[in-house]
């Protein structure tokens, strides 16, 4: 009795295991092949660990084929040698990345074919060249038993538990010939390659230089466990050893391989003829950035399996397929120097000159090199073998060194402690990795950028100076820094293109009225290194005059709540530039001025220290000289009502901001209201 009931619950147990095991798998394809999850993530994990407790109880009814098998297992010592039952040899390369590489291997297989007739058009399959490694996947009876390397193309490697971590193929198929062997590209795909190295970035390991270096490392890992945690992809394309053919041609086996759930792209298409395959080519060029993985070119194969069989191999590469490329993304090249170039913002980049190399469908003769620890990571000096990567309009990048081809004239690259335009001192910022050019209201480099942020609205104001009448100005020598603005006259005007004399005259009139400003204004104007217009303001409130500003120490800054190190230095630097204070001295010259006076106006004033949120469109006040209002006389204005909120000061259409004012109870006004608050504060 007891043996018969431990037999049924042995049955109902391995029933259960079956049922765990296909809906994991569903599951597993629905996530990892369709992009389409159809449970979460926390039911997903509570099917599984039901599996592991039944398979640890009950170890003899685990199968090879079981879904835990994807989480790795025992650490190897070496990678086993493995022979190829058939071998996986390479195939044909077309380097002519125009449309006569098409044309070249439509040619031969008609030449060997004998077909002479134009009318006797070739059918083609047009598939993806991957940018992977070629493995081979052995199911004998349906159940996976074993993944290979392409290796030498006779003998590979197995990494059988390194492949059954990809959770995208099936560990059982049922349906299969009794021995099946199925070829195809292990990869990583772009997104999953990017957390990969968030990952290693963020545990300060050494980053992978490429999706297909990381998927490399990942596949001949001997710690299965740690494959299974980054995750491989497999695109499926070809097959080796089968006991029975199940088709007859290679678009029929790709829709036979997708339907046994094996993953198969679905950009593949039937074609005749050269003109067709080149469409293909394009068509896939166009695409290849969109795509999640990387591809370096397209592939053809004569379709009917008769015909492959009749046409036979050449050496080592099959007569019926070849594979057209894209122009290469990766080349190697030479450094020649470093020079430095000197951005608008005043940021210093080293940039590489190399010799010029064709890659990505261009040549390449400069390549950023970001900044001095870029420079020192990549272990680059000048005069090295590097490699450089461009993948279609992505700007080109130095992505390795090659130590091995360094030659013994090299030498290393310096950063410059001075601007190579201006001769200011450029300095970086603890903590940062650019330096930068301190001569910010001089600095050519960064001129047209000082003049645009001067003029604009929340700094000097001064209305009718845009990007275009700038680059005019600058390239025709009238302004070389922002005090020439007030040395402008009519007559250097009207000879602009697109500058009537009205427009001038309107213009010299905003320019004169710019005159009379504000100190947080004109602080804000400078365009100072992390001086934004609140800043500008706390340092106009707190020291009140430039004279005081231009000689406070760090410790002064420091004082202010809203400034920390890098402001403070920011500001120090600014001010230490002896052509910075120079420009100041000529603005003020010229007449540009404002009231000065240590501490706010109005210390004691009912709006001292009072909380203000702006909403909705006033009547006759814009929404800045409203908050200039309330700044002046010491209060403070917030974009957010909360309990710490004392006023608002509402307009037509004043939305949710008023409706949380009302229920807490907050003191509302409008704009008549707020007139006669600031008539009693003069009084």
Same mark, same amino acid.
């Given at each position: 009795?007891?043996?018969?009931n431990?037999?049924v ?18 599951h ?10 159809t ?8 099917l599984?660990q ?5 398979e ?6 685990k ?5 835990t098998?994807r ?7 070496e990678l086993?040698?493995?022979k190829?039952?058939?071998p ?7 380097t002519?990345?125009?449309e ?7 040619s ?14 070739i ?13 081979n996947?052995r199911y004998?009876?349906?159940?996976m038993?074993?993944a ?9 490697e197995?990494?059988?538990?390194n492949?059954?971590?990809?959770r ?9 010939p ?12 772009k997104?999953d390659?990017?957390?990969l190295n968030?990952e ?15 998927a ?6 001997l710690d299965?466990?740690v494959t299974a945690?980054r995750?491989?992809s497999?695109y499926?394309?070809?097959l080796g050893?089968?006991?029975?053919m199940?088709v ?5 086996l790709l829709d ?15 074609v005749?003829?050269p ?7 394009e068509?896939?060029?166009h ?7 990387d591809?370096?070119?397209v592939?053809?194969k004569?379709?009917d399996?008769?015909l492959q ?6 050496s ?5 397929a070849?594979?057209?490329k894209?122009p290469?993304?990766?080349?190697q ?7 430095v170039?000197?951005g608008?913002?005043?940021?210093l980049t ?14 390449i003769?400069?390549? @950023?090199?970001?900044n !001095?620890? #870029?420079?020192k990571? %990549? *272990?680059?000096?000048?005069?090295d ?7 279609g ?12 081809l360094?030659?013994s ?13 201006c001769?200011?001192h450029a300095?970086k910022?603890e903590?940062e990795k650019?330096r ?7 600095c050519s ?5 000082a003049i645009?942020?001067f003029?604009?609205?929340l700094?000097?104001g001064?209305?009718g100076v845009?990007?275009?009448?700038v680059?005019q ?13 007030y040395?402008l006259?009519?007559?250097d ?12 005259k ?6 004169e009225?710019?005159k @009379?400003?504000?100190? !947080?204004? #004109?602080l804000?104007? %400078? *365009? ?6 609140a ?25 202010v ?11 120090l ?14 603005l ?10 240590v501490?706010?106006?109005?210390p004691?004033?009912l ?7 702006l ?10 000289e ?5 700044r ?5 204005v917030?974009s ?7 006023y ?12 949380k004012a ?17 008539q009693?504060?003069?009084?």
């Amino acid at each position: 009795m007891n043996a018969s009931n431990s037999v049924v619950d042995l049955e109902i147990v391995k029933l259960r295991m079956e049922q765990l095991s296909s809906e994991i798998e569903k599951h597993n394809r629905s996530y990892y092949e369709l992009d389409a999850p159809t449970i979460s993530d926390e039911l997903y994990d509570s099917l599984f660990q039901e599996l592991v407790r039944l398979e640890e109880k009950y170890p003899q009814l685990k199968k090879l084929s079981s879904p835990t098998q994807r989480v790795g297992g025992e650490v190897k010592s070496e990678l086993v040698k493995v022979k190829h039952s058939q071998p996986m040899l390479s195939i044909h390369t077309e380097t002519d990345y125009t449309e006569q590489g098409a044309k070249d291997f439509d040619s031969r297989i008609r030449r060997e074919l004998e077909l002479e007739s134009a009318s006797n058009s070739i059918e083609y399959n047009c598939e993806l060249k991957f940018d992977g490694l070629a493995v081979n996947i052995r199911y004998e009876d349906g159940i996976m038993v074993l993944a290979s390397t392409r290796g030498d193309g006779y003998v590979g490697e197995d990494v059988t538990a390194n492949v059954r971590t990809i959770r995208s193929l099936p560990l059982q198929v049922e349906g299969l010939p009794k021995v099946f062997e199925v070829r195809g590209e292990a990869l990583m795909h772009k997104t999953d390659f990017k957390k990969l190295n968030e990952e290693q970035a963020s545990l300060g390991e050494k980053l992978f230089a490429n999706a297909r270096n990381a998927a490399a490392g990942c596949l001949r890992q001997l710690d299965s466990r740690v494959t299974a945690k980054r995750r491989l992809s497999f695109y499926a394309y070809g097959l080796g050893e089968v006991s029975e053919m199940p088709v007859s041609s290679q678009s029929e086996l790709l829709d036979y391989l997708a339907r046994k759930g094996f993953p198969v792209t679905d950009l593949r298409q039937v074609v005749q003829g050269p003109e067709q395959l080149e469409a293909f080519h394009e068509k896939v060029a166009h695409l290849r950035e969109e795509l999640d993985f990387d591809i370096d070119g397209v592939v053809y194969k004569v379709n009917d399996f008769a015909l492959q069989r009749q046409l036979g191999f050449v050496s080592r590469e099959p007569r019926w397929a070849c594979a057209h490329k894209y122009p290469p993304q990766e080349a190697q090249t030479r450094v020649l120097d470093v020079d430095v170039q000197v951005g608008r913002t005043g940021k210093l980049t080293p940039v590489a000159r190399l010799e010029p190399v064709f890659v990505g469908g261009t040549t390449i003769s400069n390549v @950023s090199l970001h900044n !001095e620890d #870029f420079v020192k990571e %990549l *272990g680059l000096l000048i005069g090295d073998t590097v490699v450089v990567h461009r993948a279609g309009d992505v700007i080109p990048e130095i992505v390795k060194v090659l130590p091995e081809l360094r030659p013994s004239t090299v030498r290393p690259f310096v950063m410059p402690e001075f601007c190579p335009i201006c001769g200011s001192h450029a300095y970086k910022e603890e903590g940062e990795k650019d330096r930068r050019c301190t001569g910010g209201l001089f600095c050519s480099a960064q001129r047209k950028q000082a003049i645009l942020h001067f003029v604009s609205r929340l700094a000097m104001g001064i209305d009718g100076v845009g990007e275009k009448l700038v680059d005019q100005l600058v390239t025709t020598g009238l302004i070389k820094t922002v005090a020439d603005i007030y040395r402008l006259k009519l007559d250097d005007l009207v000879q602009l293109e697109r500058m009537g004399e009205k427009s001038a005259k309107n213009l010299i009139s905003a320019i004169e009225a710019s005159k @009379s400003t504000t100190l !947080e204004k #004109f602080l804000y104007a %400078l *365009g100072i290194r992390e001086v934004g217009e609140a800043t500008a303001r706390s340092l106009a409130q707190n020291f009140g005059s430039l004279d005081v500003l231009e000689k406070v120490t760090k410790e002064d800054l420091l004082s202010v709540n809203d400034i920390g190190d890098v402001v403070a230095d920011s500001i120090l630097h600014f001010f230490a530039e002896p052509e910075n204070r120079q420009v100041i001295e000529e603005l003020k010259t010229l007449g540009v001025h404002w009231n000065e006076q240590v501490g706010s106006s109005k210390p004691d004033g009912l709006l001292k220290d009072k909380t203000w949120v702006l909403t909705g469109t006033l009547p006759t006040l814009s929404r800045n000289e409203a908050s200039d209002l309330i700044r002046s006389l010491g209060g403070k204005v917030s974009s957010s009502v909360s309990k710490k909120t004392d006023y608002v000061l509402a307009g037509e259409n004043a939305g949710s901001k008023l409706e949380k004012a009302q229920s807490l109870g907050i003191t509302i006004l409008d704009e008549g209201q707020f007139k006669q608050l600031l008539q009693k504060e003069e009084m």
